[in-house]
T-cell receptor
């Protein structure tokens, strides 16, 4: 398999602040990383696809100015939730595509639980 | 029509029995198929992937793929309480992984 880390695992912030979440592929290079959001008892929702060195592709309905994604290297992608509000409270999960199991296989990070007060 | 469909469950399985999970998909051109397990409050973890028609076994898990019928299934043999989780079927389609809503499995002692 392959290992993907995320930091922080949990964050609590005040409304109006910005929060940055890091996603790293630890033992493989990931040209593509994905950001998902999951609300309680709901399925994964893809927010955006992040390709190294290029602009992220956002899913319909996801505000690109609110959820800033940067994929500066083959092992690191970041998601910044700008001016967070309580409705942004959710479980944010990244995944990285690649590794020894083939280019289509995605490995997930452990997730970041964001709570906006 | 959703890209990937699964029964939401819960699927109740006695300990030691076989759990059978099914998944259908709409994109006939899909070539890669995945099963993930997600425990409550945790992120998905890859169980196995399958690319070719037929069966693929990995320990207590067997994935079955039938591209003509557009379905993929997962069998869990000798189910254990630790197998209680939500199982996500995922299909690589249109450049991204399409997930089903997941089937909740509850293994009862």
């Amino acid at each position: 398999g392959a290992v993907v880390s995320q930091h922080p695992s949990r964050v609590i912030c005040k409304s109006g602040t910005s929060v940055k979440i890091e996603c790293r592929s630890l033992d493989f290079q990931a040209t593509t990383m994905f950001w998902y959001r999951q609300f309680p008892k709901q399925s994964l929702m893809l927010m955006a696809t992040s390709n190294e060195g290029s602009k992220a592709t956002y899913e319909q309905g996801v505000e690109k100015d609110k959820f800033l994604i940067n994929h500066a290297s083959l092992t690191l992608s970041t998601l910044t939730v700008t001016s967070a509000h309580p409705e942004d409270s959710s479980f944010y999960i990244c995944s990285a595509r690649g590794g020894r199991d083939g280019t289509d296989t995605q490995y997930f990070g452990p997730g970041t639980r964001l709570t906006v007060l | 029509q959703k890209e990937v469909e699964q029964n939401s469950g819960p699927l109740s399985v006695p300990e030691g029995a076989i759990a059978s999970l099914n998944c259908t998909y709409s994109d006939r051109g899909s070539q890669s198929f995945f099963w993930y397990r997600q425990y409550s409050g945790k992120s998905p973890e890859l169980i196995m992937f399958i690319y070719s028609n037929g069966d693929k076994e990995d320990g207590r898990f067997t994935a079955q793929l039938n591209k003509a019928s557009q379905y993929v299934s997962l069998l869990i043999r000798d189910s254990q309480p630790s197998d209680s989780a939500t199982y996500l079927c995922a299909v690589y389609s249109w450049g991204k992984l399409q997930f089903g809503a997941g089937t909740q499995v509850v293994v009862t002692p």
